[in-house]
């Protein structure tokens, strides 16, 4: 098959995305993207943008169109030549913008319902919808339920529901070529501790600072090493944490390179989160690749990727307990270090590779269309009021 792939946030884990599933396909993929900038203003106007870049490219149609969750797709529909108006498409979300968390100190609105609305006016028109995780699914139908059901009537409540019972998961993927197992640090060294999500609110760094902070308190003899992409803003109280454990810092800062990047995972014994929110997990089953212990919220994604065996070890529930469970680990780092134990870590998230993740994609797209390449669509199915809905395949 040619599959399109629109992106208007063509960077970071988009891009990675979509660059891993465009080396392993076995169909023709073709990316259009967009800067990853200003993401309210990629939600409104890339529908456009990317209608105008095809037409200057005089990209043929294709057989599927591929789109994240930034796009509106209703419009891009409306803005693509007339003979692409059937065309099937498949919708991945990422991530949505009515459950990704809000932040307080901008300002911003305990959830963006407008673009949350487009999220759903999406997931409606789209052939198939993709999801990165259960949990995703299961937060995001709960939210757009509530603000539908609190909409005038009519509205696609019925059509969403539908849509999002014949969703797929499927996660992101990691490149397991990119990433070897490491040994961990070096032996008689301290703990060393890894955060490498970005320095944002929904990911607060400023509690897990804080942890490490009561940890040593505690006795833990450990250092750090905080790869987490950062902004012009940090949040409240970061400043402080990190000058009271300046001396236990080993590497701060966000790293380009790939190869650099898996050297430092592969260093670490121990990577740890504090998140509010994660629909996925991409930098904890990448660290885990490299051989690291987790130690995660029992909470959000992260029971999800976590298989059964690792919940009681890798999961904690409070923050008192992930203190305690520092100190326990800082006194038992060769423990962490084990090749037997690091190969297990590994083994632990290779569910989630990136063959894996291209394969499911194939077949997404391989469902979009019958056996003579014409548009499928599933028998039309009915919701809980007996109305008939008719949804992707």
Known sequence: MKVLALEPWYGGSHRKFLEQWRQRTRHELEVVGLPPRRWK????????????????????????????????LPALFGELPPAWANLPSLLYLHENQLTYPSNPAHGEPKSETHFGYTNIQSCVRADRVVLNSTFQRLEFATAADDLLRALPRPNPRAELEASLRAAAVIAPGIDLDAIPTGPGAEP???????FSHRWEHDKDPVAFLGAVEAAVDGGACLELVLL?????????????HLDALRERIRHSGFVEGADVYA????????????ARHEFFGLAVTEAMAAGCSPLLPNRLSYPEILPASLHDEGLYGSSDELVRRLVAHAADAARLRSPA?????????????AGATASALDAACDGLTGPDGTHRRLEARKDGGGRTIPRGS
């Not at 050297?263 to 504090?274: A, E, H, K, N, P």
Request: glycine share 8%; with cysteine; aromatic share 8%.
């Open 188 to 194: 008689g060294a301290p703990l060393r501790v890894l």
């Open 41 to 72: 203003w990629r939600m409104r106007s890339s529908a456009w943008e990317l209608a105008r870049k095809v037409a200057e490219r005089a990209l043929p149609r294709p057989d599927a169109l591929f789109v994240s969750g930034y796009v509106d």
């Open 263 to 274: 050297s430092l995972l592969g260093g670490c014994d121990l990577i740890v989160s504090s």
């Open 228 to 240: 987490g992409e950062r902004f012009t803003q940090s949040p409240a109280g970061m400043a402080a």
């Open 341 to 353: 134990r690091r190969a297990r870590m590994r083994e632990a998230v290779r569910p989630w590779s």
